[in-house]
């Protein structure tokens, strides 16, 4: 039987990397992926207590997570084609304008 | 029983490395394709610890809606975005050390209270045969005591369906 922990540092793991990809690169898609993989990291853990405690409410929130992360992608890659349209760039560091 | 414990050992460690593997891929790759074909990589071994969690319509969702759907959309908006200027550039901002740093940092913090307290998180042992059966009590679940956040819920992915057509739309 494996340890409750083990896959909490998995999801340890997966959470500092992708904390690690979304602040550390430039193009705004791989953020946007980091940000998936860390709601991933979350579903690890809820998952795994579930298994542990016996209780299917850990199941049901990763559930609603997934939902939010669909609902996040939708959202933020319309918003990065919206910016590509008006500024040719995805590079994180170039976003700095307010209005051009 | 001991067979399949250790099966179960060799399942979980193997999707674990390839997660890890996946993860850093998605990191490091210059193209950003790879780095969605890693990041698929990374979700297909999470859906597999899922399955080793006895979580089979989790496995299910998992697959269907973020190897599936939200991959797709990640690669068409890669497609829809000029690759060959952004190869050339640099992949990584000006505070990476910094940004370095601060993830070892999140990481012996983490990995301080797991060792410290990671016995208070396991009461007794796993129960043994899992929450079977998993669709049946996961759909019970979602349909009477959390109605009103799948409600939410629905109205959330409506409100940003409007969203992403407005905001990808030219013009509004």
């Given at each position: 039987m494996i340890p409750t922990t083990h896959y909490l540092y998995l999801s340890l793991a997966l959470f500092t990397i992708g904390i690690v990809g979304v602040l550390t690169r430039r193009n705004v898609i791989v953020m946007l992926m980091s940000i998936e993989l860390i709601l991933n990291a979350v579903n690890i853990n809820l998952v795994a207590f579930?298994?542990?405690?016996g209780a299917v409410a850990g199941q049901v929130f990763a559930i609603f997570i997934i939902t939010d992360a669909a609902a996040e992608a939708a959202v933020g890659l319309g918003i990065i084609l919206a910016f590509f349209r008006n500024r040719e760039t995805v590079l994180a560091d170039e976003m700095d304008l307010l209005k051009w | 029983m001991n067979g399949a414990g250790a099966l179960d050992q060799v399942f979980f460690y193997f999707f674990a490395a390839l997660a890890v593997i996946g993860i850093v891929g998605v990191v490091t790759r210059r193209n950003v394709i790879h780095s969605a074909i890693f990041l698929i990589t990374a979700l297909l071994a999470t859906a597999g610890i899922f399955l080793q969690l006895q979580a089979e319509f989790l496995f299910a969702v998992q697959i269907i809606l973020y190897v599936?759907?939200?991959?797709?959309?990640?690669?068409?908006?890669?497609?829809?975005?000029?690759?060959d200027v952004s190869l050339k550039q640099l992949r990584y901002s000006r505070q990476k050390w910094v940004a370095g740093v601060l993830g070892v940092i999140l990481v012996a913090e983490f990995w301080f209270a797991l060792d410290k307290g990671g016995s208070l998180f396991h009461p007794g042992a796993p129960i043994s045969g899992g929450l079977q059966p998993n669709t049946e009590q996961v759909g019970q679940a979602l349909f009477g005591g959390y109605m009103l956040p799948f409600e939410i819920a629905s109205v959330l992915l409506l409100v940003a369906m409007v969203g992403a057509v407005v905001m990808a739309k030219r013009r509004i």
């Open positions: 579930s298994r542990a405690y | 599936v759907g939200i991959m797709v959309l990640f690669i068409f908006a890669i497609m829809l975005v000029h690759q």
